[in-house]
């Protein structure tokens, strides 16, 4: 019924859970400042964010964190099988 999961997905849902749990149990302001997207004419706006916002998530205290997070692999997860 179901496959095995790809590689490339395999690898992007181990980065985004190990990014998520770096950024809330080790370097949450600095890296909630840093990695997510600006907007490109917003002064806090630095290039590497057109990647690195793909792996940032809600805080683990904004109320909806881990569901983000676990919602956001999921869907990765089922889309990925594909």
Same mark, same amino acid.
Do not use: E
């Given at each position: 019924?179901?496959?095995?999961?790809?590689?490339?997905?395999?690898?992007?849902?181990?980065?985004?859970?190990? +990014?998520?749990?770096? #950024?809330? $149990?080790?370097?949450?302001?600095?890296?909630?400042?840093? &990695?997510?997207?600006?907007?490109?004419?917003?002064?806090?706006?630095?290039?590497?964010?057109?990647?690195?916002? +793909?792996?940032?998530? #809600?805080? $683990?205290?904004?109320?909806?964190?881990?569901?983000?997070? &676990?919602?956001?692999?999921?869907?990765?997860?089922?889309?990925?099988?594909?």
């Amino acid at each position: 019924m179901f496959r095995t999961l790809p590689p490339i997905t395999k690898n992007i849902i181990i980065i985004n859970v190990v +990014m998520y749990l770096i #950024a809330n $149990l080790l370097l949450s302001d600095a890296l909630y400042r840093l &990695l997510p997207a600006y907007y490109p004419f917003s002064p806090n706006f630095r290039s590497w964010q057109v990647i690195t916002h +793909m792996f940032m998530h #809600a805080p $683990l205290g904004s109320g909806s964190g881990i569901t983000h997070i &676990l919602f956001n692999m999921f869907t990765l997860w089922s889309f990925g099988l594909c």
